[in-house]
């Protein structure tokens, strides 16, 4: 066969492959579409929103999700092979009603739409969407898919579509099919929530379930129940859920854990799967562990090669694993945007227990639930979970994978309390250990004076300290990629063991002189950046902002963020005749206000962690002024749940406020709002608090 046949033939082939592909590919979205549009469950064909709804900013009229597990035979090669089908479908009909809800619903995203062929030109697999738009006159129009783009970067989706001339009062009527096949039977677990954003008149959940596989669901906090009933080679699993109220508006929630939902599995197996057993299993993954140490080893016999305090090798193994050179080497992150870099994969893991083992060193691996959704034993999956090393000292150290500024014995507060499960070898690790209000600590303290020359304006002095979870918000702000570069640039992290390790020592270096040379522009564009934050955050005019680094908080040794800052700020003080109003409670930051309909309160109570946060003003008097209003700011609630305390006095020509609020508990049973809302609304009149500088 010559070249230029093979390849008219190969080409022949193409077209005739493309013809198979979009022949299936206008049958199989036909025929959904009339499974969708034309012949849809009576619920969707509904345009009227219930009165009580009227005022509501969009409505779901309907709300439908479909899942079907079957088998297939198709041929693989010539023989026949038996292949396991899952269908998934979405389909929602929603009544928008004002222009919030169009902005919210002008633009949907959503995965590519893909259609796959078999031998036979049969639709083997399929993802199909649709989308049109009912005007209140019953005219219909259908959105062209041909007009998506992608996404933006970081989305979970892949395209993304404008819906056009969508209007209030417009119907938004949008479904997404999906065929898939695999030659092994899918076991899932997942959970649904029935409440959202917007109220459901009408919502059915369907599952059809194969007969070698099994349903197990669980509705919690009021959700109903399913219904059964014998279908085809299976069973169907029903849930209708009418006239469903939007979520309600509340402060400090976790949605799993109060709002009416199902939790569900798919599995072989007549019996519910024990999930503590499963994380063990999965916890079993972490050996036999292979994983390549020369670079560890080489840095612990460089520096530390005789060392037997188990907490300073841990320590040490965690910073090095931190360290941009080290992600360079194990992780292949670039260097040069350290703070850009997400938590390190689960390859840390393997490769500080790797040491350990090597080293004899006792710990344990757990699997740790989040507090957003519960127990291990309540989960219908794993998704919510995360590993931490324990490494059992006394008293016993707990890694989790590195972030920028992450350390030792510390892992996201959603984890704090919860009963993690080890492998079944290991004793029960108990519950991780809480954090405290005094751990998790912000501290400001200010020096005020009125501006020379005009004294309608505060300078502000400030030095900040900030620890535990709240130090976070604060590192981001402030420290640079510089900064953190800088703090690395120690001679253990130096060792050239190898080629590799010379050529990314060598890379780190020069990141660090390229930052070193634009230094003045990259602080620049953070005190450019930070006079933004601080004019939200104080609803002030912010002028002549400067800010000093006095330590970046990287290390357990100085585990605290502090930087002082000063800057000129407008809108604080007000002119009353000769006198001047100043009102100092707005240098704490707008507080929590309780809205009249989150008074009342039926659900628990569930915040991050426990925190303080520690104010203290302190005011030069001018000559010639004298104070009045210091009343404003005396306050003291505090109870079981926490509270705000807060002082004004007059030392010689000096104002001196100290203010100091604290949450005492990461969880409240709803008994308990009572309590928090009062010193809540203290440090609302606390911030709504003035004084008066007044001429005698």
């Given at each position: 066969m010559t070249g230029s046949m093979k390849t008219t033939i190969l080409s022949l082939i193409s077209i005739?492959?493309?013809?198979?592909?979009?022949?299936?590919?206008?049958?199989?979205?036909?025929?959904?579409?009339?499974?969708?549009?034309?012949?849809?469950?009576?619920?969707?064909?509904?345009?009227?929103?219930?009165?009580?709804?009227?005022?509501?900013?969009?409505?779901?009229?309907?709300?439908?999700?479909?899942?079907i597990s079957d088998y297939n035979t198709k041929l693989r090669g010539i023989s026949p092979t038996k292949v396991f089908v899952q269908k998934l479908s979405l389909h929602?009909?929603?009544?928008?009603?004002?222009?919030?809800?169009?902005?919210?619903?002008?633009?949907?995203?959503?995965?590519?739409?893909?259609?796959?062929?078999?031998?036979?030109?049969?639709?083997?697999?399929?993802?199909?969407?649709?989308?049109?738009?009912?005007?209140?006159?019953?005219?219909?129009?259908?959105?062209?898919?041909?007009?998506?783009?992608?996404?933006?970067?970081?989305?979970?989706?892949?395209?993304?579509?404008?819906?056009?001339?969508?209007?209030?009062?417009?119907?938004?009527?949008?479904?997404?099919?999906?065929?898939?096949?695999d030659l092994s039977i899918s076991e899932f677990g997942?959970?649904?929530?029935?409440?959202?954003?917007?109220?459901?008149?009408?919502?059915?959940?369907?599952?059809?379930?194969?007969?070698?596989?099994?349903?197990?669901?669980?509705?919690?906090?009021?959700a109903p129940s399913f219904k059964t009933s014998a279908e085809g080679e299976g069973t169907s699993y029903i849930l209708r859920d009418q006239m469903r109220e939007k979520s309600p508006d509340i402060l400090w929630n976790y949605a799993y854990r109060t709002s009416p939902q199902i939790r569900y599995m798919i599995r072989k197996g007549d019996?519910?799967?024990?999930?503590?057993?499963?994380?063990?299993?999965?916890?079993?993954?972490?050996?036999?562990?292979?994983?390549?140490?020369?670079?560890?080893?080489?840095?612990?016999r460089g520096n530390f090669k005789n060392e037997k305090d188990i907490r300073k090798i841990v320590y040490e193994l965690y910073y090095m694993l931190r360290n941009p050179i080290y992600l360079r080497a194990y992780f292949n992150v670039p260097q040069g945007k350290p703070l850009d870099v997400g938590a390190a994969g689960n390859l840390f893991f393997y490769l500080v227990t790797k040491y350990l083992d090597k080293h004899d060193i006792d710990h344990q691996m757990i699997l740790v639930p989040s507090r957003r959704m519960g127990a291990i034993s309540t989960l219908s999956n794993f998704q919510s979970c995360d590993f931490v090393l324990k490494v059992n000292t006394k008293p016993a150290i707990y890694i989790y994978r590195p972030t920028p500024f992450g350390l030792p014995n510390e892992f996201p507060e959603l984890f704090e309390g919860m009963e993690g499960v080890s492998t079944s070898s290991r004793a029960n690790p108990g519950p991780m250990p809480k954090s405290t209000m005094e751990q998790n600590s912000t501290k400001y303290f200010i020096q005020l004076s009125l501006h020379p020359g005009d004294n309608t304006k505060l300078d502000l002095k400030r030095t900040v300290e900030a620890a535990g979870h709240n130090r976070y918000y604060h590192q981001y702000r402030v420290v640079t990629n510089y900064d953190y570069l800088k703090e690395y640039d120690l001679p253990k992290y130096q060792v050239q063991s190898s080629h590799l390790m010379r050529d990314i020592i060598k890379d780190y270096n020069k990141e660090k002189i390229k930052y070193e040379q634009r230094i003045t522009q990259d602080y620049n564009d953070r005190d450019t950046r930070l006079t933004k934050d601080i004019e939200n955050d104080l609803d002030v005019k912010v002028s002549a902002y400067k800010l000093t680094l006095k330590n970046p908080g990287m290390w357990d040794s100085s585990p605290k963020v502090i930087y002082q800052d000063e800057f000129t700020a407008e809108n604080l003080t007000k002119k009353a005749g000769p006198n001047l109003i100043l009102e100092l409670?707005?240098?704490?930051?707008?507080?929590?206000?309780?809205?009249?309909?989150?008074?009342?309160?039926?659900?628990?109570?569930?915040?991050?962690?426990?925190?303080s946060y520690v104010h203290e003003f302190t005011?030069?008097?001018?000559?010639?002024?004298?104070?009045?209003?210091?009343?404003?700011?005396?306050?003291?609630?505090?109870?079981?749940?926490?509270?705000?305390?807060?002082?004004?006095?007059?030392?010689?020509n000096k104002l001196v406020i100290k203010a100091r609020k604290y949450y005492l508990k990461n969880f409240y049973p709803a008994a308990e709002w009572p309590s928090i809302t009062e010193f809540l609304n203290a440090s609302v009149n606390f911030y709504n608090a003035k004084i008066l500088l007044k001429k005698p």
């Open positions: 005739l492959f493309c013809v198979h592909l979009v022949t299936a590919q206008t049958e199989v979205e036909k025929k959904i579409r009339e499974e969708m549009w034309e012949r849809p469950a009576p619920e969707f064909k509904t345009t009227q929103v219930p009165e009580k709804w009227k005022n509501e900013s969009a409505v779901l009229l309907a709300l439908q999700r479909e899942y929602f009909r929603i009544k928008v009603q004002d222009k919030a809800a169009v902005e919210d619903f002008s633009e949907i995203e959503f995965n590519n739409k893909s259609v796959k062929t078999n031998l036979f030109g049969k639709a083997s697999e399929y993802r199909v969407i649709g989308i049109k738009v009912i005007k209140p006159n019953a005219t219909e129009k259908e959105v062209d898919l041909k007009a998506a783009v992608k996404t933006d970067a970081g989305s979970s989706s892949e395209l993304k579509i404008a819906v056009p001339n969508l209007e209030p009062g417009d119907i938004l009527d949008y479904f997404i099919a999906i065929r898939d096949e997942d959970e649904e929530t029935l409440e959202g954003k917007y109220p459901i008149v009408s919502q059915t959940l369907r599952y059809r379930i194969h007969r070698l596989l099994n349903f197990h669901a669980a509705s919690l906090y009021g019996d519910k799967p024990d999930m503590k057993k499963q994380a063990q299993s999965l916890l079993s993954y972490f050996s036999p562990n292979t994983s390549d140490i020369g670079f560890m080893m080489d840095f612990m409670g707005r240098l704490i930051e707008q507080q929590t206000t309780i809205k009249d309909e989150q008074k009342n309160r039926r659900v628990d109570v569930y915040m991050d962690y426990p925190r005011l030069a008097i001018p000559d010639g002024y004298k104070v009045e209003g210091l009343e404003n700011f005396n306050s003291k609630v505090e109870n079981a749940t926490g509270g705000f305390v807060s002082t004004a006095t007059l030392e010689g």
